[in-house]
């Protein structure tokens, strides 16, 4: 009956048959490339590069939002700066926009 030796390929440990990692520096025995098991440095790398991808989206969000909000300010600005004048709801006529009360008529201008 032959025995199955398996060394590790990096440190040379030997290794249980059934192993996929070695116990010692934690390389990827044959048997746990062959069954594609991915090492957790591996899987490590892959959360990594997930969550770089995250948070580029959430940058890019963030970046959109800002934009809004910028946009957002400058028309609120822009309302501010450049206020219609004002016309009377009961005879028509414009008043400053600053104006309390209709110089026409008289009545209060909301
Ligand atoms: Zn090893
Ligand atoms: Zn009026």
Redesign the pocket.
């Known amino acids: 009956m032959a025995i199955l030796m398996v060394f590790?390929?990096?440190?040379?440990?030997e290794?249980h048959e059934d192993a996929n990692f070695?116990?010692?520096?934690?390389?990827r025995t044959r048997k746990g490339v062959e069954a594609g098991i991915s090492t957790p440095l591996e899987d490590l790398k892959v959360a990594f590069s997930k969550m770089s991808e995250e948070l580029e989206k959430a940058f890019s969000i963030a970046g959109r939002e800002m934009e809004k909000a910028v946009k957002t300010a400058r028309d609120r600005i822009k309302e501010a700066t450049t206020r219609e004048p004002l016309t009377c709801p009961h005879c028509g006529k414009e008043n400053s926009s600053d104006a309390k009360f209709c110089f026409q008529c008289g009545k209060k201008l909301s």
């Open positions: 590790c390929s990096n440190c040379g440990k290794l070695c116990p010692k520096c934690g390389e």
